[in-house]
Each structure stands twice: as structure tokens, then as C-alpha cells.
């Protein structure tokens, strides 16, 4: 599984012989593979109208490109501060309320985000195949589904400890920038251009993996909730700056913060984080993106109106008898 921050091409749309002998020595003659591109059509026309977008086919001859377009910028944050408006109305009828989170399309997007990760998923489990998710940039969507893809695959990445590694490696060491992408709150009335919520969007994917799959993530949810506030606001380094450069060499953010993994690793927050319900499971999870199985977070985008001691008091009761066999 390879991610891609560069677009197959060169300027004035020549070949781009660098691209062509890297991508052919991942494959052996008989090989294929798969090139997810989660460009909209949009934003490659426009790359093609510069001199880039994608080399002809005949340049890549063991590759299938398939396009599976993700929103990423403005449409993602603009269907994210329409959700949490909804969420944050006062006294929404049932049918208003209906139609505002249809109209807020964050569902849409959620669903997307796993059938492409699926769609990865399957060409590595199922074709045996190589898969190359393309992206814009390489620091958004491409993280977002080479990200999950892993999570349906792997079930070290479905433990806390492999989680927090899948964090470290595919978001915060491949460069996504959560201080442009996280600058504000969802119902701020300022708004960033580059802000957008894609880590939200991961952990929303994460979710809804989780409800599906009750026994199979050793973590829960208030971990994910965690991971959420502190993206936004937090009194640790994890997840400020840019990319790499920005924490190592002209923030030092290792040497003048302090880590939110050491934090969450405490043997008394740890406990807080875990499943009680867990149980290794060595299987791909193979989730489904139909529309009455992606549900609304409601621990997350309802936490501050609905009320949660009788969800809380549950919880501790399943950790209680867990504990007790």
C-alpha cells in the first residue's frame, strides 16, 4: 500500500521517466497493480489546464487507475459547520432535523471515505495486488484511506498501541497539516481557507468501524473523542505544526512539549481508553457502507446536548462485569 504526494506527470505534460521506473520496479513483469485516485474531476481538470494531472495509460501498462473522488477542502468544512449547526438547534422537528442532516451531506462523505478504503482494502486482500491512492497533494485523502485501508486490514493497527503508531506514521510524520487544517472550532465564525476537518472525517470512519465491530478495536470511543479535542486544542505537541520539518527543526516540539501518547499511556488513563469487549480478531473487517449502517456520531456531534450518565453508568456496568469473570 503506497501513497502518492506527486501527480504522475511533469511540467507541460511531459513524461515523467522517474514516475514510470519506480512505479514499474514495485512490480514483477506478471504483476499489476492499482492507482486509487481520490481527485475530484474538478480539481484534475484543473491540474490538466496547468500541465499536470495523469500520464497516458500506455506510459503505465501493469497499472489500473481507478478514480474515486474525495472531498477534501472548502465542501468537507462547509458539510461539517452545517452538521454542527444542525446538531446545535435548539428545537428542530423531526422532519427539519431530518433534512438538515441530509443537507449537510457528512454522512456522504463518511460513506465515501470507507468504500474507498474498502475499495484499497480489497485490491491488497482479495487481488493481491499493489495499490498506489493518489492524491492532490498526498497529505489528505490519500492519508485518509491508505490510513483506514490498514485498519480493515491489520489487526496490530486495531490495538491502542498500533493505533497510535498508524497515527504517528500515516498522519503526523507524513505531513498533514493540522494547524492549517484544525486553525479553528467548526462553529467559529472565522474561517480558515485551508481549514478542513479530514482527521475528523478519519475518526468519524474509525467510529463507525468500531459500532460495527464491537469486539475487534481494543480501544473505545472515548479515546477517539480524545484524539478529537486535542487535534483542535491541546496542551501537548503531538499535534501541532505542519509537517516534520516544522516540529523538529523550527518549533523543537519534541524538546519543548510534552507528548499526548505518554499521557493517554498512564497506566490509570489507559484503563480509561480500553474495550472491555475486546477480542483479538486476526480477520479483515469487511464493513458496510450501506445507508442504514452509517449512523450519525452521536457521541461526538451531540456529546454537549444529549445526556450521558446513563450512558457512563453502562459502560462502567459492562467494564464491572468484564472485570469480575
Same mark, same amino acid.
Given at each position: 500500500?503506497?501513497?502518492?504526494?506527486?501527480?504522475?506527470?511533469?511540467?507541460?505534460?511531459?513524461?515523467?521517466?522517474?514516475?514510470?521506473?519506480?512505479?514499474?520496479?514495485?512490480?514483477?513483469?506478471?504483476?499489476?497493480? @492499482?492507482?486509487?485516485?481520490?481527485?475530484?474531476?474538478?480539481?484534475?481538470?484543473?491540474?490538466?489546464?496547468?500541465?499536470?494531472?495523469?500520464?497516458?495509460?500506455?506510459?503505465?501498462?501493469?497499472?489500473?487507475?481507478?478514480?474515486?473522488?474525495?472531498?477534501?477542502?472548502?465542501?468537507?468544512?462547509?458539510?461539517?459547520?452545517?452538521?454542527?449547526?444542525?446538531?446545535?438547534?435548539?428545537?428542530?422537528?423531526?422532519?427539519?432535523?431530518?433534512? /438538515?442532516?441530509?443537507?449537510?451531506?457528512?454522512?456522504?462523505?463518511?460513506?465515501?471515505?470507507?468504500?474507498?478504503?474498502?475499495?484499497?482494502?480489497?485490491?491488497?486482500?482479495?487481488?493481491?495486488?499493489?495499490?498506489?491512492?493518489?492524491?492532490?497533494?498526498?497529505?489528505?485523502?490519500?492519508?485518509?484511506?491508505?490510513?483506514?485501508?490498514?485498519?480493515?486490514?491489520?489487526?496490530?493497527?486495531?490495538?491502542?498501541?498500533? @493505533?497510535?503508531?498508524?497515527?504517528?506514521?500515516?498522519?503526523?510524520?507524513?505531513?498533514?497539516?493540522?494547524?492549517?487544517?484544525?486553525?479553528?472550532?467548526?462553529?467559529?465564525?472565522?474561517?480558515?481557507?485551508?481549514?478542513?476537518?479530514?482527521?475528523?472525517?478519519?475518526?468519524?470512519?474509525?467510529?463507525?468501524?468500531?459500532?460495527? %465491530?464491537?469486539?475487534?478495536?481494543?480501544?473505545?470511543?472515548?479515546?477517539?473523542?480524545?484524539?478529537?479535542?486535542?487535534?483542535?486544542?491541546?496542551?501537548?505537541?503531538?499535534?501541532?505544526?505542519?509537517?516534520?520539518?516544522? /516540529?523538529?527543526?523550527?518549533?523543537?516540539?519534541?524538546?519543548?512539549?510534552?507528548?499526548?501518547?505518554?499521557?493517554?499511556?498512564?497506566?490509570?488513563?489507559?484503563?480509561?481508553?480500553?474495550?472491555?469487549?475486546?477480542?483479538?480478531?486476526?480477520?479483515?473487517?469487511?464493513?458496510?457502507?450501506?445507508?442504514?449502517?452509517?449512523?450519525?456520531?452521536?457521541?461526538? %456531534?451531540?456529546?454537549?446536548? /444529549?445526556?450521558?450518565?446513563?450512558?457512563?453508568?453502562?459502560?462502567?456496568?459492562?467494564? /464491572?462485569?468484564?472485570?469480575?469473570?
Amino acid at each position: 500500500l503506497l501513497r502518492s504526494s506527486q501527480p504522475l506527470t511533469g511540467p507541460n505534460r511531459r513524461r515523467c521517466r522517474e514516475d514510470e521506473q519506480l512505479l514499474g520496479t514495485i512490480l514483477d513483469e506478471d504483476e499489476r497493480g @492499482f492507482i486509487i485516485d481520490t481527485r475530484s474531476a474538478q480539481a484534475a481538470k484543473q491540474a490538466r489546464m496547468g500541465g499536470g494531472g495523469t500520464e497516458p495509460k500506455s506510459s503505465y501498462p501493469q497499472w489500473r487507475r481507478l478514480h474515486r473522488a474525495l472531498d477534501r477542502g472548502r465542501p468537507l468544512q462547509e458539510s461539517f459547520i452545517r452538521l454542527v449547526e444542525a446538531c446545535s438547534d435548539p428545537s428542530p422537528s423531526m422532519d427539519r432535523w431530518l433534512s /438538515r442532516l441530509e443537507s449537510s451531506r457528512w454522512l456522504g462523505h463518511v460513506k465515501a471515505a470507507l468504500s474507498t478504503a474498502c475499495l484499497a482494502a480489497q485490491c491488497l486482500d482479495r487481488e493481491d495486488s499493489n495499490v498506489l491512492v493518489h492524491g492532490a497533494e498526498g497529505t489528505d485523502t490519500t492519508l485518509l484511506v491508505t490510513a483506514l485501508a490498514q485498519l480493515i486490514l491489520d489487526p496490530s493497527c486495531r490495538t491502542l498501541e498500533g @493505533f497510535q503508531a498508524l497515527l504517528e506514521r500515516e498522519w503526523i510524520e507524513a505531513g498533514h497539516p493540522f494547524q492549517l487544517r484544525c486553525a479553528r472550532s467548526a462553529s467559529s465564525h472565522g474561517r480558515g481557507k485551508q481549514e478542513a476537518p479530514l482527521f475528523l472525517l478519519f475518526l468519524d470512519c474509525v467510529w463507525q468501524l468500531s459500532r460495527q %465491530f464491537p469486539f475487534s478495536l481494543e480501544f473505545g470511543e472515548q479515546l477517539l473523542l480524545t484524539l478529537f479535542d486535542n487535534a483542535y486544542a491541546s496542551a501537548y505537541g503531538t499535534f501541532l505544526c505542519n509537517n516534520e520539518k516544522e /516540529r523538529s527543526v523550527l518549533c523543537k516540539v519534541k524538546e519543548s512539549t510534552h507528548s499526548l501518547w505518554a499521557w493517554l499511556n498512564q497506566p490509570e488513563e489507559k484503563q480509561k481508553l480500553l474495550n472491555p469487549l475486546y477480542s483479538h480478531n486476526p480477520l479483515v473487517l469487511w464493513p458496510s457502507v450501506e445507508p442504514q449502517s452509517i449512523q450519525l456520531w452521536q457521541g461526538l %456531534f451531540l456529546r454537549w446536548i /444529549r445526556p450521558s450518565q446513563h450512558l457512563d453508568e453502562a459502560w462502567a456496568e459492562i467494564q /464491572r462485569l468484564v472485570e469480575g469473570k
